[in-house]
């Protein structure tokens, strides 16, 4: 991990609290399973307060402090924190990971910066369990996460349309996992490899026309069907009306198509709710390039 050790904590001329912006993302787009993962300009703002007394934390909150002191060398603060913003809890869009990087990164800012962004990230990525997620977080566009190895980031157009149908109920994702079978078929492993490196070489050079058909996925989304029986059939409704493919996001609930260009997108997007059963909210927004940073200190 990129540390820089510090013999003490911030000093007292430092601000006593700190917002930090962290995107919502979508990971995995198909055949990039626990690899690829995309920032939107959809975001939570987390901000972190330092505090004289010790205040009751909720278990992630409280574990990622514990994970960014262990990390830093320096001893724990008292601290107070909220968040608000866009991104829906467990709906495939990164919640975890705003809140996550969001504690991390205004711990960080409140301490005289002692760990590196990559370092944050490898944080971020061990408490996440996966880093695909974390990955675009912090850097925002879209990126290919190595286990914690530094992930390979690609900016993205800001032409494109991601429409976002977000159903009405949650998804966790250990319940995501479990449905996953332990193995699959040689021939589906190498379909998905196929598919990945022409996603990956479409952002790497900005030949998105490449991405259409390229979404298709045989480890993970099948099988998740389970939870979302409507998957295949938001996405079919969205390629037929123009979408360039369309993903699960993440673990799910939420269902993601991809559109060339804005004026395509309210098409796309109307043709995603009508498959859609029940009630679902509908987003549509672009890449966000930048990725977590701080917007008042």
Same mark, same amino acid.
């Not at 402090?65 to 924190?81: H, N, V």
């Not at 996550?100 to 370092?119: A, D, Q």
């Not at 992930?151 to 993205?156: L, S």
């Not at 790497?204 to 026309?209: I, L, P």
């Given at each position: 991990?990129?540390?820089? $050790?510090?013999?003490?904590?911030?000093?007292?001329?430092?601000?006593?609290?700190?917002?930090?912006?962290?995107?919502?993302?979508?990971?995995? =787009?198909?055949?990039?399973?626990? *690899?690829?993962?995309?920032?939107?300009?959809?975001?939570? @703002?987390?901000?972190?307060?330092? $505090?004289?007394?010790?205040?009751?934390?909720?278990?992630?909150?409280?574990?990622?402090?514990?994970?960014?002191?262990?990390?830093?060398?320096?001893?724990? +603060?008292?601290?107070?924190?909220?968040?608000?913003?866009?991104?829906?809890?467990?709906?495939?869009?990164?919640?975890?990971?705003?809140?996550?990087?969001?504690?991390?990164?205004?711990?960080?800012?409140?301490?005289?910066?002692?760990?590196?962004?990559?370092?944050?990230?490898?944080?971020?990525?061990?408490?996440?369990?996966?880093?695909?997620? *974390?990955?675009?977080?912090?850097?925002?566009?879209?990126?290919?996460?190595?286990?914690?190895?530094?992930?390979?980031?690609?900016?993205?157009?800001?032409?494109?349309?991601?429409?976002?149908?977000?159903?009405?109920?949650?998804?966790?994702?250990?319940?995501?996992?479990?449905?996953?079978?332990?193995?699959?078929?040689?021939?589906?492993?190498?379909?998905?490899?196929?598919? *990945?490196?022409?996603?990956?070489?479409?952002?790497?050079?900005? #030949?998105? /026309? =490449?991405?259409?058909? *390229?979404?298709?996925?045989? @480890?993970?989304?099948?099988?998740?069907? #389970? @939870? +979302?029986?409507?998957?295949? #059939?938001?996405?079919?409704?969205?390629?037929?009306?123009?979408?360039?493919?369309?993903?699960?996001?993440?673990?799910?609930?939420?269902?993601?198509?991809?559109?060339?260009?804005?004026?395509?997108?309210? $098409?796309?997007?109307?043709?995603? $709710?009508?498959?859609?059963?029940?009630?679902?909210?509908?987003?549509?927004?672009?890449?966000?390039? /930048?990725?977590?940073?701080?917007?008042? @200190?």
């Amino acid at each position: 991990m990129s540390v820089k $050790k510090k013999a003490s904590n911030a000093k007292s001329s430092a601000s006593p609290s700190v917002t930090v912006s962290i995107p919502g993302t979508t990971a995995n =787009l198909g055949p990039g399973f626990d *690899a690829f993962g995309l920032a939107l300009d959809i975001s939570n @703002l987390t901000t972190i307060s330092i $505090k004289k007394e010790t205040y009751p934390l909720p278990q992630m909150v409280n574990s990622t402090a514990q994970s960014f002191f262990l990390g830093s060398g320096l001893a724990p +603060i008292p601290f107070t924190w909220k968040i608000t913003g866009q991104v829906p809890q467990a709906r495939g869009l990164g919640s975890s990971v705003t809140v996550r990087l969001g504690i991390l990164m205004g711990l960080n800012e409140l301490t005289g910066r002692p760990v590196s962004r990559e370092g944050l990230f490898r944080l971020c990525a061990e408490l996440e369990g996966h880093p695909d997620n *974390a990955a675009p977080g912090i850097l925002g566009g879209f990126t290919i996460a190595r286990s914690l190895r530094d992930p390979i980031r690609y900016k993205v157009s800001s032409d494109l349309r991601f429409i976002l149908l977000i159903p009405d109920f949650e998804i966790a994702t250990p319940d995501a996992r479990k449905v996953m079978p332990q193995s699959i078929t040689l021939p589906d492993a190498a379909a998905n490899a196929a598919d *990945a490196a022409v996603i990956a070489a479409a952002f790497a050079t900005g #030949k998105y /026309s =490449l991405l259409k058909g *390229a979404f298709g996925d045989r @480890l993970h989304q099948p099988y998740r069907t #389970k @939870l +979302i029986p409507f998957l295949n #059939k938001v996405i079919e409704a969205g390629e037929e009306a123009g979408a360039l493919g369309g993903w699960l996001s993440g673990s799910g609930s939420t269902i993601c198509c991809l559109a060339p260009d804005t004026s395509s997108a309210k $098409k796309i997007s109307l043709s995603m $709710k009508k498959a859609a059963p029940g009630r679902a909210k509908i987003l549509i927004t672009s890449a966000d390039n /930048s990725g977590a940073r701080v917007i008042n @200190l």
